[in-house]
């Protein structure tokens, strides 16, 4: 049995999983949804880090898959617990020491959201429909949280790791992600991981739009 740590990202809600959850589980996988305080001004990097850690204590097969911000969490854990693989969803990449205040400049992914949006035709201002929630069915919604926000703590701690680990690292990138367009990961993850990113459907929030892709993504490694 492989035990599959799935990490949100802003706002650290575990709701993100949730449909990912039941297609690991019912072929005889754990999978645990992390719950982060992202709201929480005194909670940064380090306390999600052990928060993670937590959570798979006493696991010993286990999968690690963090989406969107959850990639500043991932190197952390992977630096101090075995992992056999780790995979990035739409996930913001960092290097060591920087943090995920710094990534956007750093990275120039504000500059590769909106030519995106003009050459797709839609709106350069952000706002959540448009940029999370143009795929996602609203059923799917009908029942969860409202959305969490993020405290700037996470935002400005570094993220204090020496190098990405020595297992299997994949990148997913969503297809239809107008918040980190497919191109512009497939750039990300070749010059920060030397990885090629796998595309698959959906936007940013691509395992509430389009679950069963991801999970037998996830169960195939």
Partial sequence: MTTYLLIP????????????????????????????????????????????????????????????????????????????????????IPVPGETAGQWWDDTGSQEARVQAAEQ???????????????????????????????SEAAFASPCDFTAWPDIPIRAVAGRDDRFFPAEFQR?????????DADLLPGGHLIALAHPEPLADYLLKL
């Fill in 187 to 195: 750039r990300l993850a070749k010059d920060r991981l030397g990885v």
């Fill in 120 to 150: 797709g035709g839609y709106s350069t201002e952000f706002d959540v429909d448009t940029y999370f929630l143009h795929d996602v069915p609203p059923e799917v919604l009908a029942d969860g949280p409202a959305p969490l926000d993020e």
């Fill in 9 to 92: 990202g802003a706002g650290g809600d575990p709701f993100y999983w949730h449909p990912v959850v039941p297609l690991l589980e019912a072929v005889g996988h754990e999978a645990i949804p992390v719950d982060l305080p992202g709201p929480d001004p005194a909670a940064g990097l380090p306390e999600y880090t052990e928060i993670a850690l937590a959570a798979a204590d006493g696991r010993t097969d286990v999968v690690l898959a963090a989406q969107s911000m959850g990639g500043f969490t991932a190197p952390l854990v992977a630096a101090r617990r075995p992992l056999r693989a780790l995979v990035l969803v739409n996930a913001m």
